[in-house]
Antibody
């Protein structure tokens, strides 16, 4: 069974930093692109970032470019998201998700989410 | 690019069909066959129910189906059941720069 378990969220002041982790199990982690998707309270999901199977290629939404960094450790089956210069509008539940295999686009498995709250 | 447009809410009676629309543009929904749909119950993570416009992941009931015409994609649930009551979000590939766009979500109420 595929499992994705996020950790590292919490309450942080504007301008602060956090590091989210996502522990993966139940599949060959290194075979899949991995993503972070966030969802603000009462809103739809928003794609944040993705990383290629070997970690050599990354992409970001404009809203987080230059502030967030995605990475992965295939030896430990773990995905990371470093969040810096946090803003109030970054407040959301952050989901780790697995990209669909092959040429399909979408997210076939999601973690339970980790809440990031940015407030003074 | 703006989020995809979905109706805020739809409703239907058990056993009846319901369709949720997702309107995009020629740069996203209209330009690719990479439209996916997600079901989300309160307090839970989204769950994939349709991908590549019409494909159903294993384990998703066949009463869920997808289609697309021009810049609008649709999710149809035939034979509504109580457990289908949830929020539904569409998602479309939007090019290598934007990657994907989500819709604002549709609340489905089973009467």
């Amino acid at each position: 069974e595929v499992q994705l378990v996020e950790s590292g969220g919490g309450l942080v002041q504007p301008g602060g930093s956090l590091r989210l982790s996502c522990a993966a199990s139940g599949f060959t982690f290194s075979d899949y692109w991995m993503h972070w998707v966030r969802q603000a309270p009462g809103k739809g999901p928003v794609w944040v970032s993705r990383v290629s199977t070997d970690g050599s290629s990354t992409n970001y939404a404009d809203s987080v470019k230059g502030r967030f960094t995605i990475s992965r450790d295939n030896a430990k089956d773990t995905l990371f998201l470093e969040l810096n210069s946090l803003r109030v509008e970054d407040t959301a539940v952050y989901y780790c998700s697995r990209g669909l295999y092959g040429y399909s686009v979408g997210f076939d498995n999601w973690g339970q989410g980790s809440l990031v709250a940015v407030s003074s | 690019q703006s989020a995809l447009t979905q109706p805020r809410s739809v409703s239907g009676s058990p056993g009846q069909p319901v369709t949720i629309s997702c309107s995009g543009s020629s740069s996203d929904v209209g330009d690719h066959n990479h439209v996916s749909w997600y079901q989300q119950h309160p307090g839970k993570a989204p769950k994939l129910v349709i991908y590549d416009v019409t494909k159903r992941p294993s384990g998703v009931p066949d009463r869920f189906s997808g289609s697309k015409s021009g810049n609008t994609a649709s999710l149809t649930i035939s034979g509504l059941q109580a457990e289908d009551e949830a929020a539904y979000y569409c998602c479309s590939y939007a090019g290598t720069y934007t990657f994907v766009l989500f819709g604002g979500g549709t609340e489905l109420t089973v009467l």
